[in-house]
T-cell receptor, first 115, second 113 residues
Framework: DTGVSQDPRHKITKRGQNVTFRCDPI?????LYWYRQTLGQGPEFLTY????????KSRLLSDRFSAERPKGSFSTLEIQRTEQGDSAMYLC?????????????FGSGTRLTVV | GQQLNQSPQSMFIQEGEDVSMNCTSS?????WLWYKQDPGEGPVLLIA?????ELTSNGRLTAQFGITRKDSFLNISASIPSDVGIYFC?????????????FGKGTKLSVKP
C-alpha cells in the first residue's frame, strides 16, 4: 500500500463553483478524517468517518461543506458555491480504531485556490 | 477553531546546534503528538506521548509530556540541514489513533548551512 492518496493535488476554481476532492485511505484503515490547513496555521479538524458512518460533522465550516464515504473505502469532500476564504490545503488522514497513533497517516493534501 | 499555543513561531539555527520548542494548552490532553511537515506534503508523526511526565526519544528527537497534561516540549539535538521544516504539536483527548487532533500553529525551523 502506498499510503493515503488524495486527488487532485491542486485545484484552481472560480468563486461560486462547486469542487469535489477525493481521498483513498490505507486499505485496512476503517477511520478517515478530513482537515483544513490555511497558510501559517496548523491543520483544523473538519469531520471523520468510521467505516461508512460519519461520526462527527459539527466542525464542518458551513452547510456548503459536505463529506461522504459511501462504501467505507474512499471519501469525497465537496464544497459548494466556493468563496475566496475557502482557499486552503485540504488534508485527509486515516487510521485503525484502537491502533497506534503512528498509524494515523496523513495524505499530501489537495491545495484549493479560489479566484 | 481551538488551537494550541506553540512557540517559538520560527527559528534560525546553525547546523549542529540543539533546538527546543514547546506547546501549551488551556485544556488537558491524554495524548501529545509532534509532527513535521515539509512544503507541499502532509504532516508526518515524529513522536507520540501517552502519559503525564513521559519522556520519549526518537533518534536525535526527544519530547516530554508535561506533568499537568497541558504542555509538551520537543528537543532536536545536533541539528542538520534536513531538519528544516515546520514542526507541529497536536493534542488528542483519545489514544491518538481515534478522533480529531488539535494542532498548534507550528514552529518553522530554518538551518544555516
Amino acid at each position: 500500500d502506498t499510503g493515503v492518496s488524495q486527488d487532485p493535488r491542486h485545484k484552481i476554481t472560480k468563486r461560486g463553483q462547486n469542487v469535489t476532492f477525493r481521498c483513498d485511505p490505507i486499505s485496512e484503515h476503517n477511520r478517515l478524517y478530513w482537515y483544513r490547513q490555511t497558510l501559517g496555521q496548523g491543520p483544523e479538524f473538519l469531520t471523520y468517518f468510521q467505516n461508512e458512518a460519519q461520526l462527527e460533522k459539527s466542525r464542518l465550516l458551513s452547510d456548503r461543506f459536505s463529506a461522504e464515504r459511501p462504501k467505507g473505502s474512499f471519501s469525497t469532500l465537496e464544497i459548494q458555491r466556493t468563496e475566496q476564504g475557502d482557499s486552503a490545503m485540504y488534508l485527509c488522514a486515516s487510521s485503525v480504531t484502537g491502533g497506534s497513533p503512528y498509524g494515523y497517516t496523513f495524505g499530501s493534501g489537495t491545495r484549493l485556490t479560489v479566484v | 477553531g481551538q488551537q494550541l499555543n506553540q512557540s517559538p513561531q520560527s527559528m534560525f539555527i546553525q547546523e549542529g546546534e540543539d533546538v527546543s520548542m514547546n506547546c501549551t494548552s488551556s485544556s488537558i490532553f491524554n495524548t501529545w503528538l509532534w509532527y513535521k511537515q515539509d512544503p507541499g506534503e502532509g504532516p508526518v508523526l515524529l513522536i507520540a506521548l501517552y502519559k503525564a511526565g513521559e519522556l520519549t526519544s526518537n533518534g536525535r528527537l526527544t519530547a516530554q509530556f508535561g506533568i499537568t497534561r497541558k504542555d509538551s516540549f520537543l528537543n532536536i539535538s545536533a541539528s542538520i540541514p534536513s531538519d528544516v521544516g515546520i514542526y507541529f504539536c497536536a493534542g488528542s483527548l483519545y489514544g491518538g489513533s481515534q478522533g480529531n487532533l488539535i494542532f498548534g500553529k507550528g514552529t518553522k525551523l530554518s538551518v544555516k548551512p
